[in-house]
């Protein structure tokens, strides 16, 4: 049997001198032509392989370069170096792969985010990726531990829509028709869809949302979490073309219980995270820290990123309409002294500038707002009642968190089928398309609410990585498709 090894994380936790192993990994560095360093993802520490002198020949030797993979036995023996109380003396050591040090990108230093974003395809075996995709798993596995323990249905909604309804974003269109100008056309002129490959024109999807609508009505309770495109064109630190949500739905669920269950799902995460990668998170948290020393005082973050987890899962989340955040904003020093670049007034879609500045400067904590005016919110979002005219509102939330902003968007659902209706012709959306949508409201129809979590802004939120390109394997944004 080839797979007879140990994973280093459970040799450094359980190895005990005597014991005798077979490891195997990739060599981080080898020093003095004794000391390798030895790492298999399993955990960001390195085992310490020690070959002691006429072990290997000289030619052997020379190939155990950084990148190189190994596979070496053993016998466990208690480490008199520091940084490790356990290391492994060889008895073999075999070269499964060797790695060109000349022509090896990760030279055994630190690299630019920048440089690695490049080099996507190897940046796993550095310590910050490491840490950052083993930390993205846990969250993965908890968010589904989560919802599991609380009997929600885990509800697989298409990639493949017609529905543009929505209307959360610019769509990446799904064809089978050439591209060269022969595609059928219909007497219009335009391009004929009913010739495509469904009989229509299709996208991929940009929120699971509707869909989970209808299995709520269903289960109660449900949770989405797939891959969600958006086509905007915007180049900013925290949008990607391709990322994944987490959407539960939930019946006999108003926007109070909307934003407890999101605030308590949010500490969760959190939680899990620091119970199950608290090695990955101490290491993250020192190269935060080195990060910020470079910068001048007045930009550094107040809280190290450990410090402001703990805050943020033994603080409850700071709960205001968004009326107050306007007054906010307007009373704001920062509003006074013209530093936002975009106006405020009742009514606006609040810019990143102004989240920030409510969370990060204001309440220096994770904040929920909700009320938003009708007219910049999506369709099915509950319209609040007893509104004065011109300054209607609806039941949404959207819960903003420092260093991120947008983090949820969230909302109560209009059940009722005549103020649905009614919202769906001021925003010209055709009902007919959207007739098994409201059946929902037809048949049975209950208090529902829900919300989106975009799942890169919460692994950015944990790793305290700044910029999302950095927080899934390979991204897609504006022109760029590697690998
Ligand atoms: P933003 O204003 O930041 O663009 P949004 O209002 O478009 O967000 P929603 O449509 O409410 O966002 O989507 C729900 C959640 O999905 C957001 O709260 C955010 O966490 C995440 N999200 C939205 N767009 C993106 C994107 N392009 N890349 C990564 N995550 C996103
Ligand atoms: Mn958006």
Redesign the pocket.
């Known amino acids: 049997m080839f797979n007879t090894r140990i994973k280093i994380k459970t040799l450094l936790a359980t190895g005990k001198p005597g014991d005798q192993v077979t490891v195997m990994g990739w060599v981080r560095t080898f020093r003095n032509n004794q000391f390798v360093a030895l790492n298999d993802g399993s955990t960001n520490n390195n085992l310490q392989v020690v070959v002691e002198l006429g072990l290997l020949n000289e030619e052997t030797l020379k190939r155990i370069t950084t990148g190189a993979s190994l596979k070496v036995t053993g016998e466990v023996v208690a480490s008199v170096g520091k940084g490790q109380t356990i290391e492994v003396k060889a008895a073999t050591l075999e070269i499964l792969g060797d790695s060109d040090a000349e022509k090896y990108p990760l030279q055994p230093k630190k690299h630019s985010l920048e440089f690695l974003r490049e080099k996507a395809h190897l940046r796993f075996r550095t310590n910050t990726f490491g840490a950052v995709f083993r930390i993205r798993h846990s969250l993965a596995f908890a968010v589904h531990q989560f919802f599991n323990q609380k009997g929600f249905v885990y509800l697989h909604t298409p990639i493949i829509t017609a529905s543009d309804a929505e209307g959360?974003?610019e769509m990446f269109r799904v064809t089978t028709l050439p591209m060269d100008g022969t595609a059928p056309k219909d007497a219009a002129g335009n391009i004929d869809y009913s010739e495509d490959f469904f009989g229509k024109s299709t996208n991929l999807t940009v929120?699971g949302q509707l869909e989970g609508e209808l299995g709520a009505m269903a289960f109660s309770e449900i949770y989405t979490f797939g891959p969600t495109f958006?086509a905007?064109n915007s180049n900013t630190t925290?949008?990607?073309a391709e990322?994944w949500?987490i959407e539960p739905e939930m019946a006999f669920h108003d926007i109070e219980d909307n934003m407890n269950l999101a605030e308590e799902f949010i500490q969760y995460l959190i939680r899990y995270a620091m119970e199950h990668n608290k090695e990955d998170l101490e290491f993250l948290d020192q190269r935060l820290a080195e990060e910020e020393k470079q910068k001048p005082q007045n930009e550094r973050a107040e809280m190290g990123l450990l410090e402001k987890l703990n805050f943020v899962i033994n603080n409850k989340f700071e709960r205001i309409t968004y009326t107050e955040a306007i007054q906010i904003l307007l009373d704001s020093p920062a509003y006074k002294k013209k530093k936002f670049k975009y106006d405020v007034s009742w009514g606006i879609d609040m810019q990143s500038e102004h989240e920030r500045y409510l969370v990060e400067k204001h309440f220096k904590k994770p904040v929920i707002v909700t009320g938003y005016p009708a007219k910049i919110k999506a369709f099915y979002m509950r319209l609040n009642d007893g509104c004065e005219p011109g300054k209607e509102t609806v039941a949404a939330m959207d819960i903003l968190a420092p260093g991120i902003?947008?983090?949820?968007?969230g909302s109560q659902r209009e059940e009722r089928l005549d103020k649905l209706e009614a919202r769906m012709k001021d925003m010209h959306i055709p009902a007919e398309e959207m007739s098994w949508y409201l059946d929902t409201r037809r048949f049975g129809t209950v208090p529902h609410a829900g919300f989106?979590?975009?799942f890169?802004?919460m692994v950015q939120f944990v790793t305290g990585m700044t910029n999302?390109r950095d927080v899934i394997p390979f991204a897609r944004t504006p022109k760029n498709c590697e690998f």
């Open positions: 959360a974003g929120s958006r905007e925290r949008h990607l990322f949500m902003g947008e983090i949820v968007g989106g979590l975009g890169e802004r999302i």
